[in-house]
């Protein structure tokens, strides 16, 4: 029995598409092209669709949109593409669609988690908080171990995802002249409007066709056309305007500042076949005007059964009935507060479908529309209300009853196999509430309605309240034209349009002693019950009502449900609406997949890599690399059979053995140029630079201007009006940032200029006792000696024929010079220097090596030896400090009382009384040697290390008052006992430097 | 994200082209060594952070690099004028939007 | 009525009909012994602490809003207390002491889940500033320990450790004490206790000035409700802690951000523990409910907007994709900001501005859920007694003078 409730031959259904296959919860089905798996799953007389989050109460579908509450499934299209949550509502089906129904065990029709429904009035609003907590001897246990892990089960609703999904995820840009959110009659008209201005329009709509409510509108005319027509000329029309781009199945879903709009775009999961593209895109567009045309929801009506599956929204039975051609059951009953329902009636009449009942809950219905209801055939009970309803995983029958005064009557029982509710309508104002503008009450028509504007946006159409569909095009029209700077208004005759009056919130009168569950927000299983125990319970503004309750925190983010709610709050409290609050409407409108928030940004593309000119040398040479920043630097070179501590060890002794060779390129390089370079760099380092001859370097010590030590590096003076300045590798950028502060903004009378050129020079270091020799044959213009080029000078000349700067600098201990090149020729001159090396037997060496070897004589790294929190004098390093300058940045903030203070910690040496004994860095260092827990350190160790130098470990530590402890034995408390260690200098090696001055 | 007019290219850009630089008009004294430690912690760490009006640093560093001031609404995040370093602050009303 | 199972049974046999309210909704008096401003959950915990501990039960606390409607109702409610300085360990462990026992002390189900936070190293740096870390913890008494990379696997399954990925994960500190509670609930559970013990709770009753004597101590505070008359101020206001603070002449050293934060759809239990990584500026835990719970770094420039820009949440996803690539197809229900008010040393400031009466606990940053108890409980014993106690000391005003700052940030140095 396929498709049975399809209407197949009917003029009206534009559903005779091409039939589908499609499988839920492991039975085939068909449906048609054009369906949603809503659609589809009705047309063939299923309503149960999914099981409700707490009380796991069978659900049925209860809209035909975005807003839909309990229709949620999982699709599964292949390894890793498992999407849970989807709304049966929007999944386009397709031919071979896989979906199933979640939150129920063992399946959809039996669920073992029903038996929750009958303890339900345990379950009320909040009750997780006042229990679960266990006897108060038992700690946190019972609620850590036993009470959470169930919640935590029975919570949730789809299934996880396990697997790395395998699809792409694309993201654009955009700017246009005006953004038209919403395609339904007032964003069409819009769009006319905007799109013969010839400004740059983009309109999107969250659907798969544009047209809105006039995609299922069967009665209306526009323009002397049946609306259907109207649309589709409307729309070719649109095509053919080259300045409008529409974009289907694209959700706007924030509105951000400055008229910046995200959009997401649904691209293939409607495909049977996954394409090879993008699945999804994100938009994120600069609209110089926006249209919010975002429409109404029409809202449910509150009263006892009113989840079953087979009650649904009235509109939404129109929608399938008269879009897709599927009759929601056989014999209905509407309830409804609201004018619009009427047509709903009418419609499913003609269709033949038995409607048993207008239960209308107004006491004087509009007199047109009884006359329409007599007309048709079809009884109304006026001042009606809803005792109850019956039947199990489907609506059996419903109580009506007539309510005289505030006296509920007793109810009539009408059978029916599907309820068609409406409670009116809410406008949607998502989007204008995001662009931060103030929705605003009438209480005359009882909406929320968007107030002013804060952005370049305007509303049109139901969701700003106008709900006549002449109004709607009127307004949309002219919305289009405001927007886009035209005018010459057009008017639009319609005729046929239904009643627009009507509606009601909160819950409907029930009989005294009534049991029956009346839900207000359907995911979440929020009844009207637990609004009123939040109130009572002293929950007085919505926010507290909402997050008490659970109300309105479900994937639909209270769509349906939240004017309702607002309703029962208010009167519980005997307060106004508005008094009372609304909640915020939070990005985004509707779900938005991680993925396409990422983006393109995954992989190696999720962060750059910044690679040195040597890079592939060192990878070619069997380099183990190491971030840092987001540089790639070559950290160890392993031989064969060698473990990185081997490698290590080689490379340190070698190096001081011979030489070693090492790309420093990473290092920050900036050169800073002008009359009053030297007037600069006195205010930017601690040292005194005014009397630095050309061709000389010094040790630069930077701090911050509360003190600490940010950076440092060699810094040379090319020239009167020119220094070339190096800073740490990670610190580049910060540093050159930090002068540029300084420059533009403190001094800018000094006369200079900042380039960095870090990029510019590759540096290839040399060092150790040979490293004069292997570069000796390919400098050329160079005196290398001794004397014509002393430690810490910098000479101008070639290097294998190119130009370059020759550094005499050393961060070994040992001779040592860096050679700067233009990058280009980085790997070529590296590559020479590395034949010339190997004729003494160096070594290329990495960056571990690098840091054993500086350690051994003392040399600091910042950011290991500091922590931010560090100054010059802590360091050792006074002596880098201008005693004599009047200023500098950081100068005044070293003499605050707690920048002098004894006890602070200072760079000391550490021995471990047992040479084999390695410390770990970042261990803590204590007087006691059984050292209590709670007790204060005296510092910590930073650097530690093996030393092949030394043939035992070293460390370097901050260690309170440590300069005055030399000698002293300490302790560092490990798991296993203490560790002694004596303190020492921090140079470990060659302590008099004769080895850097050979 | 915001769109920023830089005042030197006279182009409105996107938030990402430009770097937060913090109150603006927090002048370094001119004699740091002269002041007391009360005003030397002033200048360091004490912020005026108004909910309102707010003229702020900005550093336009994937552009010409220049830092200018601008004075922006903490409330709504409406940037109300940008103008160069060293400009005096530009009146404004004390509205917040 | 005390909460228990036992009532939870018997009420819902009664329909539900006499649970009372868990707070009162009183008119300001003319005066109180004390006002605290801001109903956040550190302001009602030191409103509970006081009446409790101290003794004062004609107290009031003023909020703008909503009770808990700030960041207490905004974090992403992680709970730790593996902080690096002495000062830090002092105070967020006094408060998880007492997040331990919270839901016993206020006969509240705070839902304090110590389901384990980790955090994750992708590079040396990362590895010698954690290991100093679980050192420095271990000294003080405070669980926290390493883990190599295919341990952290072990405690977190949905963790991607492959070494060929762009930040892999090369291990992890871990403080299993650690992990999550639920934000509405402890300010609910402080509201009720305080209200129980007489604290009046006013609730939309915002602050418009502090009124001083001729001698410059606090008279009062005028608010939307009138002038209400009392000699003792206790501002905890977080982000609008600048403002507020304005109205008495003191300026603070504070800078208010946009933090965000954002939820995935509930779905069945994915992880269960807290993974956070500063190198790639993202955290996330699973809710009891089952949304994934994200929070990212904080926006670049002051605001009070409450909102913050897409581009931030967006590179968080980004981290979040990568570290844990299951998630990728999953989707974002909600994203939402809240103003923290950060210190340049982003350590708090509870301390005595150069007025009398008036006292200020703030600065929070972006970890001020996790000190809720311990935050109250101390700041109760500054306003009521008028002196810090050992905990509270370290955190004065008066560090931004002498340069003794404590500076957690500085953990996160950045690598040479």
């Not at chain 1, 006897?135 to 089960?153: D, H, S, Y």
């Not at chain 1, 030489?659 to 009359?675: N, R, W």
């Not at chain 3, 001698?215 to 501002?235: N, Y």
């Amino acid at each position: 029995m396929s498709e049975s409730f399809r209407i197949a031959d009917t003029k009206d259904s534009r559903v005779s598409g091409r039939p589908l296959r499609f499988v839920f919860d492991g039975i085939a089905y068909q449906g048609r092209e054009g369906d949603t798996l809503a659609s589809a799953l009705l047309a063939n007389g299923v309503h149960l669709m999914g099981r409700s989050y707490k009380y796991h109460r069978p659900r049925g579908v209860l809209s035909a949109g975005a807003e839909e509450p309990n229709a949620l499934v999982a699709v599964t299209r292949g390894p890793g593409r498992m999407t849970p949550n989807l709304r049966a509502t929007q999944v386009e089906l397709f031919d071979g669609l896989t979906a199933s129904s979640q939150n129920n065990w063992p399946s959809l029709a039996f669920d073992a988690g029903a038996i929750n429904d009958l303890a339900g009035k345990f379950f009320s609003a909040g009750f997780y908080y006042k229990t679960f907590m266990g006897p108060k001897v038992a700690g946190n246990w019972l609620w850590t171990k036993v009470f959470e892990p169930i919640v935590r089960q029975a919570a949730g609703l789809g299934a996880r995802t396990t697997e790395p999904d395998p699809d792409r995820y694309a993201q654009f840009y955009t700017h246009c002249d005006v953004l038209i959110c919403g395609g339904g009659a007032a964003g069409i008209a819009a769009a006319l409007a905007a799109g013969k201005s010839g400004k740059d329009v983009i309109f999107c709509d969250e659907q798969a066709e544009f047209g809105g409510s006039l995609l299922h509108e069967g009665t209306a005319s526009i323009d002397g056309k049946p609306a259907r027509d109207w649309l589709a000329d409307a729309l070719a029309e649109l095509r053919t305007f080259s300045n409008v781009r529409l974009m289907p199945r694209t959700q706007a879903f924030g509105y951000y500042a400055q008229n910046f709009v995200a959009l997401s775009e649904r691209v293939a999961d409607h495909l049977a076949e996954a394409p090879n593209g993008a699945r999804e895109r994100l938009w994120q567009v600069r609209a110089k005007e926006v249209v919010i045309a975002t429409g109404a929801i029409e809202r449910p009506l509150v009263f006892p059964g009113n989840d079953r599956p087979g009650v649904m929204l009235a509109e939404a039975a129109r929608i399938y009935l008269n879009r897709y051609g599927v009759k929601v059951g056989s014999r209905v009953v509407i309830v409804t507060a609201h004018d619009s329902a009427y047509r709903v009636a009418l419609d499913l009449a003609a269709a033949g479908v038995v409607v048993a009942a207008i239960a209308d809950t107004r006491a004087n219905p509009p007199v047109a529309r009884l006359i329409e209801a007599k007309a048709a055939g079809l009884r109304v009970i006026p001042s009606a209300t809803v005792t109850d309803t019956k039947g199990r995983l489907r609506v059996s029958g419903i109580g009506i009853a007539a309510v005289s005064g505030v006296v509920v009557d007793a109810p009539e029982w009408v059978a029916c196999d599907a309820v068609l509710m409406s409670g009116g309508w809410t406008p949607s104002v998502h989007l204008y509430s995001q662009s931060r503008g103030k929705v605003v009450w009438h209480e005359d028509r009882q909406m929320f309605l968007p107030g002013a504007s804060v952005q370049a946006e305007r509303s049109a159409g139901a969701c700003k309240g106008s709900f006549a569909l002449v109004d709607i095009l009127i307004e949309g029209y002219r919305a289009g034209e405001e927007a886009s700077g035209a005018s010459g208004l057009r008017a639009f005759a319609v005729s046929g349009d239904a009643g627009i009056e009507g509606g009601t919130m909160g819950r409907l009168p029930l009989l005294p002693g009534s049991k029956g569950k009346a839900f207000v927000d359907f995911q979440n299983d929020v009844k009207a019950d637990d609004i009123e125990l939040a109130v009572q319970e002293g929950m007085r503004s919505i926010e507290h009502v909402k997050r008490y309750t659970t109300t309105g925190m479900a994937t639909d983010q209270g769509k349906t449900s939240n004017l309702n709610a607002l309703a029962i709050a208010a009167g519980k409290l005997g307060k106004s609406i508005p008094q009372v609050g609304l909640t915020t409407f939070r990005q985004p409108y509707t779900p938005v997949t991680f993925g396409a928030f990422a983006g393109a940004n995954r992989g190696d593309l999720f962060d750059p890599v910044r690679q040195t000119p040597i890079h592939s040398w060192a990878e070619e040479n069997g380099a183990a690399f190491e971030d840092v920043g987001i540089w790639k630097r070559a950290w160890y070179f392993p031989r064969q059979g060698e473990d990185m501590h081997a490698a290590v060890k080689r490379e340190c002794q070698q190096a001081r053995a011979s030489a070693g060779i090492f790309d420093a390129s990473t290092l920050g390089k900036i050169e800073v140029v002008g009359p009053d370079a030297a007037a600069f760099m006195e205010k930017l380092y601690t040292n005194p630079w005014a009397k630095l001859e050309p061709g000389r370097c010094r040790y630069g010590l930077m701090l911050n201007e509360a003190g600490f030590v940010i950076d440092d590096g060699v810094i040379a003076r090319m020239g009167d009006d020119r220094f070339h300045v190096t800073t740490t590798t990670g610190g580049a950028p910060r540093v050159l940032h930090h002068m540029e502060d300084y420059l533009q903004t403190e001094f800018p009378d000094l006369k200079v200029w900042l380039t960095s050129t870090t990029e510019q020079w590759a540096v290839i270091a040399v060092q150790g006792p040979k490293a004069r020799d292997i570069i000796a044959p390919l400098v050329t213009g160079i005196d290398l000696s001794k004397d014509a080029m002393p430690h810490m000078s910098i000479r101008e000349g070639k290097v294998c024929g190119v130009p370059a700067r020759v550094m005499r600098v050393s961060f070994t201990g040992e001779l040592g010079y860096e050679i700067n090149v233009p990058a280009d020729y980085g790997r070529s001159v590296w590559e020479a220097v590395w034949a010339e090396g190997r004729k003494y037997n160096a070594v290329a060496y990495g960056t571990e090596a690098m840091h054993v070897m500086r350690a051994e004589k003392g040399y600091i790294i910042v950011g290991q030896e500091t922590d931010g929190t560090v100054t010059p004098d802590d360091l050792g390093l006074n002596w880098a400090v201008g005693k004599a300058k009047k200023d500098f940045v950081g100068k005044r903030s070293l003499i605050r009382p707690d920048m002098v203070v004894e006890g602070r910690k200072q760079l000391v040496g550490l021995l471990t009384d047992n040479p084999a004994t390695v410390l770990e860095e970042g261990a803590q260092i204590t007087a006691a040697s059984a050292a209590p827990t709670r007790t204060s350190a005296l510092g910590h160790v930073t650097s530690s290390y093996e030393s092949p130098a030394l043939g035992r470990s070293i460390a370097l530590a901050l260690v309170a008052d440590g300069r005055k402890r030399m000698g002293e034995t300490l302790y560092v408390p490990m798991p296993g006992g203490a560790i002694a260690v004596k303190v020492v200098g921090p140079v470990f090696v060659d302590p008099k430097g004769d080895r850097v001055n050979e | 994200m915001l769109l920023i007019r830089c005042p030197y290219c006279e182009m409105e850009r996107p938030e990402l082209e430009f770097r937060y630089g913090g109150e603006a008009h927090v002048a370094r004294p001119l004699d740091p060594m002269a002041t007391s430690d009360d005003e030397w912690a002033d200048y360091l760490y004490f912020r005026s952070n108004p909910r309102g009006l707010h003229a702020e640093r900005w550093r336009h560093i994937n552009g010409c690099g220049r830092f200018f001031n601008a004075i922006r609404d903490t409330v709504s995040d409406k940037i109300v004028v940008t103008y160069k370093a060293g400009e005096a602050r530009p009146a404004t009303t004390g509205e917040i939007a | 009525m005390k909460f228990s199972a036992l009532s939870v049974f018997l009420q819902g046999l009664k329909g539900n009909r006499d649970w009372p309210a868990q707070w009162r909704t009183p008119e300001p008096k003319a005066a109180y012994d004390a006002i605290i401003v801001g109903a956040g959950g550190h302001g009602l915990a030191t409103a509970y602490y006081m009446a409790k501990e101290h003794g004062m039960r004609n107290i009031a606390v003023l909020e703008k809003g909503w009770l808990g409607g700030g960041n207490t109702g905004r974090n992403t409610t992680i709970v730790r207390s593996n902080y690096l300085w002495e000062e830090s360990e002092g105070i967020y462990e006094h408060a998880m002491k007492l997040w331990e026992g919270l839901s016993h002390e206020l006969n509240y189900n705070v839902m304090y889940s110590p389901r384990g936070v980790m955090m994750l190293a992708h590079n040396i740096h990362d590895v010698q500033v954690f290991k100093r870390h679980v050192h420095a913890n271990r000294l003080a008494g405070i669980d926290n320990e390493w883990l190599t990379a295919e341990q952290a696997k072990e405690f977190c399954p949905l963790l991607n450790i492959e070494r060929n990925i762009r930040h892999p994960v090369i291990g992890a500190s871990l403080q299993r004490r650690g992990g999550t509670a639920r934000h509405d609930a402890v300010a609910w559970g402080y509201a009720r206790g305080a209200d129980r013990l007489g604290v009046d709770i006013i609730q939309n009753c915002e602050v418009t000035g502090i009124r001083r004597d001729a001698s410059g101590a606090v008279s009062g505070v005028e608010t939307a409700k009138g002038f209400i008359a009392t000699k003792r101020v206790g501002v905890v206001a977080a982000g609008n802690t600048s403002v507020i603070m304005g109205m008495a002449g003191v300026r603070m050293p504070l800078e208010s951000y946009p933090l965000q934060a954002l939820v995935s759809e509930p779905v069945k239990p994915m992880m269960s523990c807290v993974v956070m990584s500063n190198t790639v500026h993202a955290y996330m835990s699973q809710s009891d409910k089952g949304e994934l719970v994200i929070g990212a770094g904080t926006d670049a420039y002051t605001s009070y907007s409450q909102t913050g820009g897409l581009h931030i949440a967006t590179h968080t996803l980004d981290a979040i994709c990568e570290l844990f690539p299951a998630v990728r197809r999953l989707r974002m229900l909600r994203n939402w900001g809240g103003i923290v008010d950060v210190t340049p040393d982003r350590s708090p400031i509870i301390g005595k501005p150069p007025v009398p009466g008036l006292f200020v606990n703030c600065g929070w940053g972006t970890g001020g859920f996790k000190a809720t108890p311990g935050s109250g409980h101390v700041f109760a014993d500054l306003v009521a007694r008028g002196e810090p106690n050992a905990i509270a000391a370290p955190f004065t005003i008066d560090r931004f003078r002498t340069g003794r700052l404590i500076d957690e940030a500085a953990a996160a140095a950045v690598a040479h």
